[in-house]
């Protein structure tokens, strides 16, 4: 569960700019309940799988459209900035000022492949007074955005 949560906040964390809450929540809605299914599918047998699907779907929609509603454009764009600056150790740490959410992320490990710098790193997300410590893999696009890599 918990490499689950933690591929959907660096999803949200990366995914591009929403000027609205709308959307942002949606995405998370939408990749929530992808990964909540997921999830359930590894779970029970037989009608107790589709049971654990079904569940898996409701809670990770839950959660997801929550964690969307969390992030705004200026996390995404201090993750992004973070990504592409800070070295290899370093945490770069931010406060919402109109959440109260508060992030770090460390990149811990920098590396290069034919399409150019990835990086693995580490996000600590307070959001609403509830602590994570997730793990990723981000790799630079042609176009200077930082996309997460599906393990």
Not at 7 to 21: E, H, K, R, Y
Not at 61 to 89: K, P
Not at 102 to 110: D, G, V
Not at 112 to 131: L, W
Request: aromatic share 4%.
């Amino acid at each position: 569960m918990r490499r689950i949560l933690g591929v959907l906040i660096t999803s949200l964390v990366l995914v591009g700019c929403a000027n609205s809450q709308g959307p942002q929540e949606q995405v998370g809605i939408v990749i929530g309940g992808a990964l909540g299914g997921l999830l359930g599918s590894e779970v029970g047998g037989g009608s107790g799988r589709t049971a654990a699907i079904i569940v898996g779907t409701m809670v990770g929609a839950n959660v997801g459209g929550a964690l969307g509603r969390s992030m705004d454009a200026t996390d995404r764009l201090n993750a992004n900035l973070a990504l592409e600056n800070v070295r290899t150790g370093v945490s770069t740490t931010w406060r919402n000022p109109d959440t109260s959410n508060e992030y770090a992320l460390t990149p811990t490990r920098t590396y290069k492949t034919n399409s150019g710098p990835c990086r693995e790193f580490t996000v600590d997300a307070n959001v609403g007074g509830s602590t994570e410590q997730v793990y990723g893999t981000a790799c630079r696009q042609p176009d200077g955005s930082w996309q997460i890599l599906q393990e």
